[in-house]
């Protein structure tokens, strides 16, 4: 099956620094990506739909100028958490699908991010 | 809005017994359904899906759900549940446009020995 991405698996910071998490489709084009947030023991949240060459549509209560999404090629997808604080600490899950309504939606291995 | 019921947080099982994890959902038009598994600290692996055609289907690990309409609901079941099942599943349901999911809250799945 298709590949999904993300890098880092995991990664430490210090608070009030920024971090970027990408999200690779490996071979195939991802017209669309999906930002999801997981906390310990809960459900995933979706915060954001991001498609190539426009601006990311969040989900509400999502604050767009903390989790700034790039969706610059077909293949690329970028989450920066700014000014990270340690509620941000959680569990960053993208998905991508070759194309809307397609039913084809492939999953990346997520990316913790602890914030000290 | 779309959303879906999970109404089991843990669930434990023999193994060798079957398994039936329980997913209702509310969408105003059919929906696309989906059951993933997730291994601690992994991410999210396609168990099944649903989009139409028959209601009763088939996926990896020897996994099946049925899709019932009538009672919103998109069971997923296994015959026989073997140690390597345990794991959390997550149930999920779609809009026909952009693939976003609602996902439920999860069902942590224990298999005692």
């Known amino acids: 099956g298709a590949v999904v991405s993300q890098h880092p698996s995991w990664v430490i910071c210090k608070s009030g620094t920024s971090v970027k998490i990408e999200c690779r489709s490996l071979?195939?084009?991802?017209?669309?990506m999906f930002w999801y947030r997981q906390f310990p023991k809960q459900s995933l949240m979706l915060m954001a739909t991001?498609?190539?060459?426009?601006?990311?549509?969040?989900e509400q209560g999502v604050e767009k100028d903390k989790f700034l999404i790039n969706h610059a090629s077909l293949t690329l997808s970028t989450l920066t958490v700014t000014s990270a604080h340690p509620e941000d600490s959680s569990f960053y899950i993208c998905?991508?699908?070759?194309?809307?309504?397609?039913?084809?939606?492939?999953f990346g291995e997520g990316s913790r991010l602890t914030v000290l | 809005a779309q959303s879906v019921t999970q109404p089991d947080i843990h669930i434990t099982v023999s193994e060798g017994a079957s398994l039936e994890l329980r997913c209702n959902y509310s969408?105003?038009?059919?929906?696309?359904l989906f059951w993933y598994v997730q291994s601690p600290g992994q991410g999210l692996q396609l168990l099944l899906k649903y989009f139409s055609g028959d209601t009763l289907v088939q996926g990896i690990k020897g996994f099946e759900a049925e899709f019932k309409r009538s009672q919103s609901s998109f069971n997923l079941r296994k015959p026989s549940v073997h140690w390597s099942d345990a794991a959390e599943y997550f149930c999920a349901v779609g809009a026909y446009e952009g693939n976003k999911l609602v996902f439920g809250a999860g069902t942590i799945l224990r298999v005692k020995s």
């Open positions: 969408y105003g038009a059919t929906p696309y």
């Open positions: 998905s991508a699908t070759p194309g809307a309504n397609t039913g084809e939606l492939f």
């Open positions: 991001s498609n190539e060459g426009s601006k990311a549509t969040y």
């Open positions: 071979d195939f084009q991802a017209t669309t």
